[in-house]
């Protein structure tokens, strides 16, 4: 697959805190990239680096191997963290006044059905709710029909219902074979929609690589837990560690580590097991935990 | 052209619909107008007299209550006096007195002429005093104030919605998402920038034209003329606002700069009294402003026919004022 986003030696500095630490990345045509990190890691001064929003302090950044220039705005679709829309005037009014922004804008029935916006087309912008505005945005991301869309934390603060919603018209919208970059620190959001993750912590990207191959490399078996607390300070059955309140044991054999655990005569009340998923890698890997 | 337009369209629909705002712009001046011109059908102060020279020992006539003497330089009577008469024929001023040349100036269809010459007479000092006169329509303080008043309106509407509203798109992050396509920094601004002219340009019509339904405010030179120096009046305040918003992120700072720009230019322009015998410096610093400039000029024209060369002066300030301003926002505006 052809490079459509690169950038090499990538920093951002604001007085001496720096949110980007030199970052390169290759994103692929087509591809859908999940950048993961608690807050403050850095994510949303990196995405605003790609979307040329934000000037960096060292490195550079190629669209199909030039700079971003105004082609690459032609070409490009923002959802930003959190943005105000002019009040007074109608969805269907916002959204025609955007696509006028573009040389090749998109058919406008085409941005309503893709973003289910029949309903909400002459509402006043100041009237939308939580999920209805997510869609707005994500419309006005798309009505140029961009090559690469770049979506900050699309789902924060949506209700389960409302986020399902918009993983599916992600996933429409992936269908033209659009380059998705985005940021999340929902563990299930990058599972349902990334192909490949990045985790990234304290303005670095840790690692990279397809969900189940990150978890497959760090992880092997099951986790089991007990309570800390059940788990003497200087005693390590099974091989395991304290993290946080749990004893947490990485098990290859799950019927030799509950021989294990009994034969120390540990309390078995507060057990769980359960296979490794990305919460627990990110744990692993920055220490802190994805949504703290 | 489409995006220009479409974003021409969508910040006039944003001011029209949010129903407070735009009846606020319409409504204040009217009230403004109407009650100044109730407030002011009476004269607050007995007589205003202008004067050369000094008084005469042991005049009586220097001595009448509430009355208003504004002494103009006696080296300067020359060349000056000529307009102090046409203040006096405008009824600005009740009467001019030289009291070197022993002679003074009435208006004889001044309400208070013949009141005045009978003081004059029977005060010994002056009564060998010999009399002028001059004669001229009298201009109602509204007459007067309307110009004034609708520079101001002009003045509040595009500070606040040029530039107060880039400052509140700039903090709320409307400029932020625009910044994310290819729409210029030029082309967003002049849109704004003539979307505001076009509403001031209507409703200071609509002021005008209503409250001169019932008003009927003296009008002796050329409407065209009048249009024009509204105009430049739209424009030289845009571009104001242009160049106060062009950094500024906080709307409670902008607010507070706003306050600073707009106090002291509706003290010094003369839009509610008019500036005599002020010091010199306060001249000099109401004239680099252009609300004077916009008042003065529709002034002279409504109240004395003043044709447009000679109001030139004043476009041309106003011109400049303009550009400038407009230089200032360019190389100050930012995105963020």
Same mark, same amino acid.
């Given at each position: 697959?052809?490079?459509i986003l690169e950038c090499r030696g990538l920093r951002k ?7 980007? =630490? ?18 403050g890691a850095g994510k949303t001064t990196t995405i605003e ?23 690459? /705005? ?52 100041? /009237? ?32 389960p219902q409302a986020r399902r919603n918009f993983w599916e ?5 992936? /269908? ?23 985790? *990234?912590?304290?303005? /670095? ?38 993290? +946080?309140?749990? $004893? ?6 799950? =019927? ?37 | ?92 001023? =009740?009467?001019?007195?030289? $009291? =070197?040349?022993?002679?003074? !100036? ?37 007459? !007067? ?72 405010? *003296? ?38 700069? *706003?306050?600073?720009?707009? *106090? ?40 004395? +026919? ?28 930012? !995105?963020?």
């Amino acid at each position: 697959m052809p490079t459509i986003l690169e950038c090499r030696g990538l920093r951002k500095h604001y007085g001496d805190v720096h949110a980007v =630490d030199g970052l390169d990345l290759v994103v692929q045509e087509g591809s859908c990239l999940g950048i993961l990190g608690p807050n403050g890691a850095g994510k949303t001064t990196t995405i605003e680096m790609l979307e040329g929003i934000t000037p960096p302090t060292e490195g550079n950044i190629l669209f199909r191997g030039r700079p971003l220039d105004r082609a690459f /705005k032609e070409k490009v679709g923002i959802q930003f963290q959190s943005t105000a829309l002019p009040e007074f005037i109608t969805v269907k009014e916002t959204l025609r006044l955007f696509s006028s922004f573009y040389r090749e804008a998109r058919d406008f029935d085409e941005v309503v059905r893709l973003c289910s916006l029949d309903d909400i087309l002459e509402r006043d912008n100041r /009237k939308l709710s939580g999920g209805q505005r997510q869609r707005m945005l994500l419309a006005l991301a798309i009505v140029s029909k961009p090559d690469i869309l770049f979506l900050d934390e699309p789902t924060t603060g949506l209700d389960p219902q409302a986020r399902r919603n918009f993983w599916e018209l992600i996933r429409g919208i992936r /269908k033209e074979n659009v380059t998705v970059l985005l940021t999340t620190h929902y563990m299930d959001e990058a599972s349902e929609l990334c192909d490949e993750i990045a985790i *990234m912590d304290r303005g /670095k990207i840790l690692e990279r690589d397809k969900p189940a191959r990150l978890l497959a490399h760090h992880f092997s078996g099951a986790l089991v837990r007990v309570p800390s607390a059940c788990v003497d300070g200087d005693r390590a059955p099974g091989g395991g560690s304290h993290q +946080g309140d749990s $004893y947490e044991i990485q098990s290859e054999n799950l =019927d030799q580590t509950m021989r294990e655990l009994l034969a120390e005569g540990i309390n078995l009340e507060g057990l769980s097991i359960h296979k490794p998923d990305l919460e627990d890698l990110f744990i692993k890997l920055t220490g802190s935990s994805l949504r703290a | 052209m489409k995006q220009f337009s479409a974003m021409v369209y969508a910040r006039t629909m944003e001011f029209v619909r949010d129903r407070g705002t735009f009846f606020w712009n319409l409504l204040f001046p009217v009230v403004l107008v109407f009650g100044f011109a109730f407030a002011f059908s009476g004269n607050a102060t007995l007589f205003k007299i202008g004067t050369y020279g000094i008084a005469p020992t042991g005049s009586d006539f220097t001595r009448i209550e509430q009355s208003q003497f504004i002494p103009y330089d006696a080296a300067k009577a020359g060349e000056e006096q000529g307009k102090v008469i046409d203040r006096l024929r405008r009824h600005e001023l =009740d009467m001019v007195i030289d $009291y =070197d040349a022993g002679a003074y !100036w009435i208006n004889e269809k001044g309400r208070n002429a013949s009141l005045l010459r009978r003081l004059v007479h029977v005060d010994p000092a002056m009564a060998s005093f010999t009399e002028r006169r001059v004669s001229g329509d009298p201009i109602r303080y509204v007459d !007067w104030f309307v110009p004034g008043v609708i520079g101001m309106n002009m003045l509040f509407s595009c500070l606040s919605g040029v530039g107060f509203v880039i400052v509140r798109y700039r903090k709320n992050g409307v400029l932020k998402r625009l910044r994310a396509t290819p729409v210029s920094a030029l082309s967003f601004v002049s849109a704004q920038a003539l979307s505001r002219f076009l509403i001031v340009m209507v409703t200071s019509a609509f002021v005008f034209l209503g409250t001169n339904f019932f008003l009927h405010f *003296m009008m002796k030179g050329s409407w065209l003329d009048l249009l024009l120096v509204m105009s430049l009046g739209i424009l030289s305040m845009i571009s104001l606002g242009l160049a106060f918003a062009s950094r500024f992120k906080s709307e409670e700072l902008a607010g507070g700069i *706003m306050n600073l720009i707009t *106090m002291p230019m509706l003290g010094l322009s003369g839009v509610f009294f008019p500036l005599e015998g002020a010091p010199k410096w306060i001249g000099l610093a109401a004239d680099a402003l252009p609300l004077t400039h916009v008042t003065k000029a529709a002034r002279d024209i409504m109240l004395e +026919g003043s044709s447009l060369v000679a109001v030139a002066p004043h476009l041309l300030f106003l011109l400049a004022f303009s550009a400038l301003s407009l230089v200032v926002a360019s190389l100050l505006f930012r !995105w963020d």
